[in-house]
C-alpha cells in the first residue's frame, strides 16, 4: 500500500552533455566558464580537443602558436581539463579515431570552438543535437566580417581598430561564415597592444559570452520540448 505522506522523488534533469574544441586563452576562459561559471550546474563536460602546436596539422604557423608563448600556456587548457578529470584528445579531429570517441563515447549535445587549429568538417559540425559553435574577435558592422580567417586579431590591429567584439557563430563548412548567434560587448583597444595581447584582455569576455548563449540555447530547447511550461 503507498504512503500518502511520501514526498514524490525530486526529478533532475540531465546535464547537457558540451565538448570543448579549445585552446589557449580563449579556451581556458571558455572551459573555465562552463565547468565553474553560472551555467556549469546545467552542464557535463564530457571531452575537450586541444592543440598540440608541435603538431604541422594545427598551422602553427598561421595562427596564434607562431608568436612567442610559454610551454604553461601551450598546456593550459589541458591542465585545466586533466585536473577536473575531463578527457583531453590532442590528435588530429577527422579521423576515424576521433570520430569513435566523438558518437561513441562524448556523445555531446553541443560543441563550443575557441582556438582551435583544425577545420572541422560537416560529420563532426552535424552531430551535436544543439549545434557545433565557435568564438571568433571581429567588429559588429556586417556578417560574415571582414575578419574571418586565422588570425583576425593581426588584421584587426593593421586597420587600427578602436574596439572588438567576439562573434559566437554556428560552424559551417567555410571559415568563420555560419549564422551568427550572438556577438559580445564592445572590448576597447589600448594603442600599443600585440596580437597576445588581444588573446589575453578578449578571452575572458569570450568565456562570458560562451556561457550565456549556451545558457539560453539550453532554455531554449527544454521550453520547446515541455511547450505546457510556456
Given at each position: 500500500?503507498?504512503?500518502?505522506?511520501?514526498?514524490?522523488?525530486?526529478?533532475?534533469?540531465?546535464?547537457?552533455?558540451?565538448a570543448v574544441f579549445g585552446s589557449f586563452y580563449r579556451g581556458y576562459y571558455v572551459l573555465s566558464e562552463l565547468l565553474s561559471g553560472a551555467v556549469?550546474?546545467?552542464?557535463?563536460?564530457?571531452?575537450?580537443?586541444?592543440?598540440?602546436?608541435?603538431?604541422?596539422?594545427?598551422?602553427?604557423?598561421?595562427?596564434?602558436?607562431?608568436?612567442?608563448?610559454?610551454?604553461?600556456?601551450?598546456?593550459?587548457?589541458?591542465?585545466?581539463?586533466?585536473?577536473?578529470?575531463?578527457?583531453?584528445?590532442?590528435?588530429?579531429?577527422?579521423?576515424?579515431?576521433?570520430?569513435?570517441?566523438?558518437?561513441?563515447?562524448?556523445?555531446?549535445?553541443?560543441?563550443?570552438?575557441?582556438?582551435?587549429?583544425?577545420?572541422?568538417?560537416?560529420?563532426?559540425?552535424?552531430?551535436?543535437?544543439?549545434?557545433?559553435?565557435?568564438?571568433?574577435?571581429?567588429?559588429d558592422d556586417t556578417w560574415p566580417s571582414r575578419y574571418a580567417g586565422s588570425n583576425p586579431f593581426q588584421a584587426l590591429l593593421d586597420d587600427k581598430r578602436e574596439y572588438i567584439v567576439i562573434a559566437?557563430?554556428?560552424?559551417?563548412?567555410?571559415?568563420?561564415?555560419?549564422?551568427?548567434?550572438?556577438?559580445?560587448?564592445?572590448?576597447?583597444?589600448?594603442?600599443?597592444?600585440?596580437?597576445?595581447?588581444?588573446?589575453?584582455?578578449?578571452?575572458?569576455?569570450?568565456?562570458?559570452?560562451?556561457?550565456?548563449?549556451?545558457?539560453?540555447?539550453?532554455?531554449?530547447?527544454?521550453?520547446?520540448?515541455?511547450?505546457?511550461?510556456?
Amino acid at each position: 500500500m503507498s504512503n500518502p505522506a511520501a514526498k514524490p522523488e525530486n526529478h533532475i534533469p540531465p546535464k547537457i552533455r558540451v565538448a570543448v574544441f579549445g585552446s589557449f586563452y580563449r579556451g581556458y576562459y571558455v572551459l573555465s566558464e562552463l565547468l565553474s561559471g553560472a551555467v556549469g550546474s546545467m552542464l557535463e563536460i564530457v571531452g575537450v580537443a586541444t592543440d598540440d602546436p608541435q603538431q604541422k596539422f594545427v598551422s602553427p604557423q598561421k595562427r596564434v602558436w607562431q608568436y612567442p608563448h610559454t610551454v604553461a600556456e601551450r598546456d593550459m587548457v589541458k591542465k585545466l581539463a586533466q585536473r577536473a578529470g575531463i578527457e583531453t584528445y590532442c590528435g588530429r579531429v577527422k579521423t576515424a579515431e576521433f570520430y569513435t570517441l566523438m558518437e561513441e563515447k562524448w556523445k555531446p549535445d553541443i560543441c563550443i570552438m575557441a582556438t582551435f587549429g583544425q577545420r572541422i568538417d560537416a560529420r563532426l559540425y552535424e552531430y551535436p543535437s544543439l549545434g557545433f559553435y565557435n568564438l571568433h574577435p571581429c567588429i559588429d558592422d556586417t556578417w560574415p566580417s571582414r575578419y574571418a580567417g586565422s588570425n583576425p586579431f593581426q588584421a584587426l590591429l593593421d586597420d587600427k581598430r578602436e574596439y572588438i567584439v567576439i562573434a559566437m557563430h554556428r560552424v559551417d563548412g567555410n571559415f568563420d561564415t555560419g549564422e551568427l548567434i550572438a556577438y559580445s560587448e564592445k572590448i576597447f583597444l589600448p594603442d600599443h597592444v600585440n596580437v597576445i595581447d588581444l588573446h589575453k584582455i578578449t578571452s575572458p569576455t569570450a568565456g562570458k559570452l560562451a556561457a550565456r548563449e549556451i545558457s539560453s540555447i539550453i532554455t531554449r530547447e527544454k521550453a520547446d520540448s515541455n511547450p505546457g511550461n510556456k
